[in-house]
């Protein structure tokens, strides 16, 4: 029987610029597709958070160029609480899966794991291997929103739609 299940996973950015939210949302992504098995087409919504110190970039776009070009995605700031995680960017997948909830591996990174400790069990993370397998899945034409892509020709890629604001190559102009 399948399930809509909740896929949790944290990381923090090194920077508030675009290519440290991308890397740090790929890397996370990367890690939550592997240990779960997780296909674009079984995923309903996926649902993007950072603290507030981080706005240089959507998280989401990450997801599109890792190809969720169909995917369902929402970004939004967490609460300014006192004391939270710096540069802090959260993630809940809703993946539709014949596994048990006890079966789901949730995935906390790069100091994020004290947000949870009890679900922060991974095994050791071979860091370029991980990159090796994004570069190996990277949809280079999925861009940032109103933004020039550099010598390619410039310009903006026509719409994808939805709230994250992320455009791409799949709608015609």
């Known amino acids: 029987m399948m399930y809509c299940r ?13 290519e440290a939210i991308l890397e740090a949302t790929r890397q996370l992504l990367a890690l939550m597709i592997r240990q779960n098995g997780i296909a674009p087409e ?9 603290s ?4 240089a970039e959507f998280p989401a776009l990450a997801a599109r160029q890792l190809g969720w ?9 967490e609460l300014d609480v006192p004391q939270s995680l710096q ?16 079966e789901i591996v ?3 990174i790069k100091g994020a794991e004290k947000l949870r400790p009890d679900l922060s069990s991974l095994p050791p993370v071979d860091w370029q291997e991980l990159e090796e397998w994004i570069a ?3 949809n280079q034409e999925a861009q940032p929103s109103g933004r020039e892509q550099g010598s390619s020709g410039g310009g903006v890629s026509p719409n994808l739609g939805g709230a994250d604001g992320i455009r791409g190559p799949s709608c015609a102009k």
Not at 42 to 50: E, G, L, R
Not at 52 to 55: A, K, Q
């Open 6 to 18: 909740g896929v949790r996973g944290a990381t923090t950015a090194d920077a508030n610029t675009p």
């Open 42 to 50: 079984d995923i309903a919504a996926a649902f993007f958070s950072t």
């Open 52 to 55: 507030p110190d981080l706005n």
């Open 69 to 77: 070009m169909s995917v369902a995605m929402l970004c939004s700031h």
């Open 87 to 102: 540069r802090c960017i959260r993630v809940l997948i809703l993946w539709n899966t014949t596994k048990k909830a006890d």
């Open 106 to 108: 949730h995935v906390y």
């Open 136 to 138: 190996a899945h990277l």
